[in-house]
């Protein structure tokens, strides 16, 4: 562990991209990450949830980061993914982003908590900032977003 | 020694025996003077003692213990059944059964000494005193008498017949002696019934063993305690054959010498015939009770029969592997379909691919199926503690215990089930009084029928108590504001009776502690559609209710139909469709603004499915009026025609759970993955009838 550059006060992020936003995800809560492929849309579901696909045999269910955070669809392209989110002992689901740029590392000095008490209920999901070079990342709370799930299914 | 890997066997055989002590007290009950019970009985709670004792479980051990002291005399015919006993023994039936729950849970029986329950039995003991026949104060003397080594020769008190004392004469008058002998095994021996084989092997060719106490069978099937009596007829010394017993490890002690054989009858033999006798005449006198209480003891002992016990999980792997299979092999057969160049020999060979994984697929089903009777064996038990609980008489009938559902129903269709008969037998039945004034039989009576139904298991719970009354529930209905006036009065029969299925619903009077706490119809429904099945009651006022659960055969893979609607492809259960019909749009008629379409003479309601799934119509001319294909499910006696758009034939598909977090809609019953990996839907017919 001591050749790691990873160290105790540091954390890895893939960082994604929806909209003109930056995301980071706890690398630990990521269990996959697949190219987009086709979706079949349950009815009458969760507006955010966009269907179901097939996982090597699992049916898994997928959600669209934008509608989660209420922002307008946008055209799949090529570098549209999904992915495969599995927080402590929970089942695992998908998350549709636009992008998944690099895997980033930051330690703790580089992240800024967001306090509590917040009307806007997207700022509920971020954990906090995170700045990396020159960017800004916001760092998803993913138990927030799953608990969130979970409270509506 | 650790025995933890044979807990497990434990729990199992525990339960058994549970099981058939539960059943043959029942019986015992109706029938006091049933001696194969009372047998049957003493060997379990002997059996339960035994393995209680090896794994060191002494608090159940000491119950269990002297519940066999008390069957030990109800077998000798120095105390009498009656319902005080019976009673008592069901208190100790429940004890073990939370001994049992403890150990599952903790590996440990828990800290309960049950004193009082063994109070009880050594009182029921102590009563037969009071029963005072005078044989039994003829015989107590002479079994204490003999003191010290005489009381460890067990085959002293073994009754002999005439055909065996013929045998040990004859072998005499050619010059064989005739041994009389009691083996003793150490009490920390774990494999008896090995032991004792040694014992047989090693005296074979040095003699013959013309009698055995227990018998070999029951002794190869280690129910005996620590000792067995034999009495062996041989050429060869008493030493002799002392040693070769003796040689067998981990035997204690084999009390053995020459045998007198009793010139004149002796006075246990006129007893044993005197018995005989009593059980010719309770079998003329009551020749249809005898029969089934015979069998029923037959069939509950462990014929040996050629079987494992698996674990569920392995099958499970098992099955999901099959599922794996089927999903390459609709993937191959997918792709032979795009391609039409192959040769002939590679379609053969993917339909003989087909037939293969449907015959396992058919053959793993099979091997997960299980008949209900594990499930309801003990309801028999239930039904009496309601009975007495309730002070109604009541009984029930229980038939099909035999048909078969896959193992994860039978897991859990045992408590809607109890509800459904807890209800019949609190709310279903009047009380005796009532009963008796309108004119029923007193006792009420329950059934239980379970039979296979195509693919399906139905299970009706009946009873021929009161009935439902429509407008109690109605009334009840509005004062609980589920519906209001108007929508009651619109109401049709059927409607107002599904009502008992609605969440906190429940229309008994006073609130017992059997049921009626308004939490049970609705858990019962949702559980039971839960396993893709569905409840339906059909009741009448004053002659009773009946309770008619469907339930799938199996879960993991059934046939399905192909449909499209839009674009989108859906599987329909093919169990639920009757038929498939074109129709023009001048076939549909309207019944109260609803489509429906006359189909030979019956009245059939139609459903777009493109509106109940929310799908963009496909685009069609205004004037076209080509024909529409509608596909006609069934439920129960209901159908209902669905609207489709193009049909895509039949296909065996896995049926997979949409997983967590995603709100399914009642009508998907969920998804399966097709040849090209992409996934369906399943939708639930049901649900749209």
């Known amino acids: 562990m001591d050749t790691n550059a990873v160290s105790n006060d540091t954390k ?64 799949n392209t090529n570098a549209s993914r999904i992915l495969i989110v599995k927080y402590e002992g929970n089942a695992k689901i998908g998350m549709l982003v636009d992008e998944v740029k690099e895997v980033v590392t930051l330690s703790e000095a580089d992240v800024e908590k967001i306090s509590g008490d917040t009307v806007d209920s997207n700022r509920a999901y971020l954990a906090g900032v995170g700045k990396y070079n020159d960017t800004l990342i916001s760092l998803l709370n993913i138990g927030a977003i799953i608990n969130d799930i979970d409270s509506e299914f | 020694m650790d025995l933890s890997q044979y807990l497990e066997i434990f729990i199992d055989e525990t339960k058994e025996h549970l099981q058939t002590l539960n059943d043959q007290v029942l019986i015992l009950e109706a029938e006091p003077e049933n001696i194969d019970t009372v047998n049957e009985i003493f060997r379990a709670a002997h059996s339960l003692k035994g393995m209680a004792g090896t794994m060191g479980f002494k608090r159940m051990q000491r119950l269990t213990h002297d519940m066999e002291n008390v069957f030990s005399e109800v077998r000798n015919g120095k105390l009498n059944v009656n319902a005080d006993m019976v009673d008592i023994v069901f208190k100790c039936l429940d004890a073990i059964e939370g001994y049992l729950a403890n150990i599952v849970e903790s590996s440990d029986e828990g800290t309960e000494d049950n004193e009082e329950l063994i109070g009880l039995l050594n009182a029921a003991l102590e009563g037969k005193c009071d029963t005072g026949e005078p044989e039994v104060v003829a015989e107590t003397p002479k079994e204490t008498a003999p003191a010290g080594s005489e009381e460890r020769k067990k085959y002293l008190q073994i009754p002999i017949a005439d055909f065996e004392k013929n045998a040990m004469n004859e072998a005499k008058a050619n010059g064989m002696h005739v041994y009389a002998t009691t083996v003793y095994i150490q009490e920390s021996c774990l494999l008896k019934a090995a032991r004792a084989f040694l014992v047989f092997k090693g005296l074979e060719g040095k003699g013959e063993i013309i009698k055995s106490v227990p018998s070999v069978q029951d002794i190869e099937d280690e129910r005996f305690d620590f000792d067995f009596s034999m009495f062996i007829l041989s050429e060869k010394p008493i030493e002799e054959i002392k ?78 592997l099959v599922s794996e299979l089927i999903i390459a092999k609709n993937g191959l057969v997918s792709v032979t379909g795009e391609s039409k160049s192959l040769d002939q020999g590679f ?55 035999d ?48 039979y296979q139904d195509g693919n399906n298991v139905t299970i009706e719970v009946s009873d021929d108590g009161a009935g439902v009354d429509v407008e109690k529930i109605k009334r009840k209905a509005i004062e609980k504001g589920t519906i209001t006036e108007e929508q009651a009065e ?59 659960v469907r339930l799938p055969l199996t879960l993991a893979i059934i046939q399905a139909l192909m449909i499209n609607i839009s674009d989108e492809m859906y599987a329909l259960p093919l169990n639920s469709v009757v038929t498939i019909e074109e129709i023009t749009p001048d076939d549909i008629k309207y019944v109260q603004t609803k489509e429906v379409i006359n189909l030979r003479g019956t009245v059939i309601p139609l459903v777009r499915l493109n509106e109940v799934l929310d799908i963009e119509p496909l685009e069609r001319d205004e004037d076209d009026d ?36 995603i709100r399914v809609p009642k009508l998907i019953s969920g998804a399966t993955i097709l040849g090209n990996g992409e996934v369906a839907l399943i939708i639930d017919s049901n649900t749209l009838v």
């Open chain 2, 243 to 320: 040693k070769i017993i003796e040689n067998v490890s981990e035997i204690e002690e084999a009390v053995i010498e020459e045998f007198e054989i009793p010139d004149e009858v002796q006075d246990t033999t006129p007893v044993a015939t005197e018995e005989v006798k009593t059980e010719v005449k309770a079998v003329a006198e009551k020749k249809e009770e005898k029969k089934p209480a015979a069998s029923g003891s037959k069939s509950s002992k462990p014929v040996v029969n050629r079987s494992v016990r698996v674990d569920i999980e392995k099958l499970d792997d098992l099955m999901n």
């Open chain 2, 490 to 548: 619109y109401m049709t029969e059927k409607e107002a009776v599904d009502l008992l299925f609605a969440p906190a619903f429940s229309t008994a009077e006073k609130i017992s502690d059997v049921s009626g706490r308004g939490v049970g119809l609705d858990v019962v429904k949702n559980k039971i559609e839960g396993l893709g099945g569905d409840v339906e009651v059909v009741t009448k006022l004053g002659e009773g209710t009946k309770f008619i």
């Open chain 2, 403 to 450: 048909t078969e559902l896959d193992r994860t129903v039978i897991d859990e269709i045992g408590d809607p089930l109890m509800h459904m008969l807890r209800n019949a037998a609190d709310h279903g039945l009047e009380s005796t009084i009532d009963r008796l004034k309108i004119g029923k039989p007193k006792v009420g009576t329950i059934r239980l029928d379970a």
């Open chain 2, 347 to 401: 379609n053969e060979q993917i339909e003989y691919l087909e037939r293969v994984t449907t015959n396992l697929h058919e053959s793993v089903m099979k091997v997960r199926m299980v008949p209900i009777e594990s499930v309801v064996n003990r309801f028999p038990r239930m039904i009496r503690d309601l009975s007495k609980k309730l002070n109604k008489d009541m009984e029930l009938i229980m038939t099909g215990e």
């Open chain 2, 626 to 661: 080509e024909g529409m294909i509608v596909v006609i499910v069934k439920k129960g006696d209901r159908q209902a025609g669905l609207v489709i758009d193009k049909l895509i034939g039949q296909q065996e598909i896995v049926i997979k759970p949409l997983g967590k977090y």
């Open chain 1, 12 to 75: 890895q992020y893939i960082m994604v991209k929806f909209d003109n936003e930056q995301y980071g995800i706890d690398i630990t809560y990521i269990d996959n990450i697949v190219r987009l492929q086709s979706i079949t849309r349950v009815p009458h579901t969760q507006e955010y949830f966009l269907g179901i696909i097939n996982l090597r045999g699992e049916i898994m269910p997928v959600m669209s980061m934008r509608r989660k955070f209420d922002l307008p669809d946008k055209e």
